[in-house]
């Protein structure tokens, strides 16, 4: 299988992390969206968003990844990018979606422990966990839909290559 991988969830749910270790595990290249976006703009997320604004932004995230997609690729997404149809769209029909699924106390805890706040800047002006919990309320759903397979995050990061690398075995089984 060489279709690309691509990992969806919410902010510290640990697509960057968890797609580099899965990379090394199925042989494949590495990108992130949000990683390549920012070098390709010379500004970080924070510094996009104050002079586009979040719609300046989407746009450049919806060019990215349509820019890094190619066979053999783990493609690591940044949070916000099911909310664009286009990007579901795009992510179903060229590759397999893996939600990494993981409690709003599990990721508030990970980003209060690594805030990277220039690629991370707030989305609401509320505290972390008031945030994680009214965005991932918004988003479960756009998450749920866009996924081919769904696995729990909140497990150490072997454990998490290890359920991908399973339902990627299972799917190619059946
Ligand atoms: N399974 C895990 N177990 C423990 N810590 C983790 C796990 N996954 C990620 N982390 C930690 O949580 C933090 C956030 O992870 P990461 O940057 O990979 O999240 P992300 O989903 O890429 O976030 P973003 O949407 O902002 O890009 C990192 O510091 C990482 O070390
Ligand atoms: O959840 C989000 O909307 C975001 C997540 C990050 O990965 C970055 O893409 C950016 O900070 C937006
Ligand atoms: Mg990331």
Redesign the pocket.
Known sequence: MTQPIF?I????????????RLTHACDFHFV?T?QVLQQRAGMTVADIVVREGWAGFRARETQTLQFVTQPATVV?????IILAEVNRDFMRQNGVVIY?N?PVS?LAD??E??P?AS??PTLTGKPITEEVADILAQRDALYRQTAHHIVD?????D??VEQILTELRLARAS
Do not use: M, N, Y
Not at 76 to 80: C, D, L, S
Not at 153 to 157: E, K, Q, R, V
């Open positions: 990992l969830g919410a902010r510290g749910c640990g697509k960057t992390t968890i797609g580099q992130d949000d690591a997404t940044g949070g916000g990494l993981a599990v990970r980003l422990a690594f990277e690629q991370r995050a909140s497990a150490c990061p454990d998490v």
